[in-house]
């Protein structure tokens, strides 16, 4: 007697969150990579700009204000200004478990697990509102 063959509604096959598993290893892996290449090169151009200056710890000054909004650090990183790269690399960080959480609420769709797609959805709201300042 031959195993029953799994059907398309009995859920995906193993190639197929095989295929899904490495997508999100690779998103994560690539994410993590791009925001450190960011963080390293600000660095750098920041030593080569700034490295001989003294510090002054007694005042404290925070980053400028262009630098505290996304389109104020992408025009920043846009001119190769280092702090601007450093902080890319930190929304960059900060944006891959976001895309990792979206990427797997698309693939719970296209499987029609319902159970998983509401709790994908409920953690990628939460993490949005978090981002956005609306939930502490």
């Known amino acids: 007697m031959a195993p029953?063959?799994?059907?398309?509604?009995?859920?995906?096959?193993?190639?197929?969150?095989?295929?899904?598993?490495?997508?999100?290893?690779?998103?994560?892996?690539?994410?993590?990579?791009?925001?450190?290449?960011?963080?390293?090169?600000?660095?750098?151009?920041y030593l080569a700009r700034e490295g001989g200056n003294h510090p002054d710890y007694g005042r404290f000054s925070s980053e400028p204000g262009n630098l505290r909004h996304p389109l104020g650090v992408f025009t920043a990183a846009l001119a190769l200004q280092p702090l601007g790269l450093i902080q890319l690399g930190v929304l960059v960080l900060l944006a891959t478990p976001v895309v990792r959480v979206a990427f797997s609420l698309l693939a719970f769709l296209r499987e029609k697990d319902r159970t998983y797609v509401g709790m994908t959805a409920v953690v990628l709201v939460v993490l949005l509102l978090s981002l956005l300042g609306v939930l502490p």
């Open 4 to 45: 029953p063959e799994e059907s398309e509604a009995a859920g995906p096959s193993a190639a197929e969150d095989l295929r899904v598993e490495l997508a999100l290893a690779l998103l994560l892996r690539a994410g993590v990579l791009v925001a450190a290449g960011l963080v390293l090169a600000g660095g750098v151009l």
